[in-house]
């Protein structure tokens, strides 16, 4: 064995297979680089100048799987730029402007949950099950009498990909100051309590119940009674009664809260 490694090397064999080695290592170099070019994926530039202004969040509240994909349906005019919350004004603007359309911004905006009851909504059993509002929900429409009534379970909080949604007391609430604005927490609330309202807005309802005075008093203490004196004291005219329950017109209020210290029931929440 020693005295193989002992004996003379073959210089010229040696420069052989180092030649050898090189020309196939140029063959597969060529053949890669063929290969790349032949099976290359064409880039749609307009594409790639819209996803670099989006937010990037891949939140999802736009309806799509994440931004790149949002971002090849608006520059094959499939989607609507303001389907997307997470992108300030200013990027949508400059995408806009790529796209060729016209851009109007809109009021920033923020996510509430439309009801104050949780633990002071009765209940019609004690769940026990999966956790999440759309299991719940499949129980005969979830613990709660009020149809209309947040079920606690979390689903919203659990999607919300900013933390912006917390459940306390047996309700879900969001932090303005996290929210995005993204839209998930409202397609995925089964109830369709949350809503996305101006980040400027002083007050909003915290009630979505419709049914008469007498019916919400006996299924939630804090619930909307629909007596309308909201409405009547509000000195800009910002509240009108809709099916029972109080509407807020944005436009028209200028957070003086009068209808907060009117409503008998703290439905009316200052944020």
Do not use: W
Request: proline share 3%; net charge positive; charged share 20%.
């Amino acid at each position: 064995m020693e005295n193989l490694f002992l004996q003379p090397v073959d210089l010229t064999k040696l420069l052989y297979v180092l030649l050898l080695v090189a020309v196939i290592t140029v063959v597969f170099a060529l053949l890669i680089v063929l290969v790349s070019k032949v099976c290359a994926v064409k880039v749609d530039e307009k594409e790639e100048a819209v996803k670099e202004n989006l937010a990037g969040a891949n939140c999802g509240g736009c309806g799509y799987a994440g931004c790149a994909d949002f971002a090849k349906a608006l520059a094959e005019g499939k989607a609507e730029l303001s389907a997307c919350g997470p992108t300030p004004n200013e990027n949508k603007a400059k995408i806009a402007e790529i796209l060729g359309v016209e851009f109007v911004a809109g009021e920033e905006k923020f996510a509430v949950v439309a009801c104050s009851g949780g633990i002071n909504a009765k209940n019609k059993y004690d769940y026990v099950g999966n956790e999440g509002c759309s299991a719940q929900i499949a129980f005969i429409g979830g613990q709660k009498f009020c149809e209309d009534g947040c079920l606690g379970g979390g689903s919203c909080m659990t999607a919300c990909p900013y933390n912006a949604i917390h459940v306390k007391d047996g309700v879900a609430y969001t932090d303005r100051s996290m929210c995005e604005a993204c839209g998930v927490c409202v397609k995925k609330c089964p109830k369709g309590l949350v809503h996305l309202i101006p980040k400027s807005a002083h007050v909003y309802i915290a009630c979505s119940s419709h049914c008469k005075g007498k019916t919400v008093m006996d299924m939630c203490k804090k619930g909307c009674i629909g007596c309308g004196l909201c409405a009547k004291n509000c000195p800009h005219g910002a509240i009108t009664m809709v099916d029972n329950v109080a509407v807020i017109d944005y436009s028209k209020c200028n957070g003086c809260l009068t209808c907060v210290a009117k409503c008998p029931r703290k439905c009316i929440k200052e944020i």
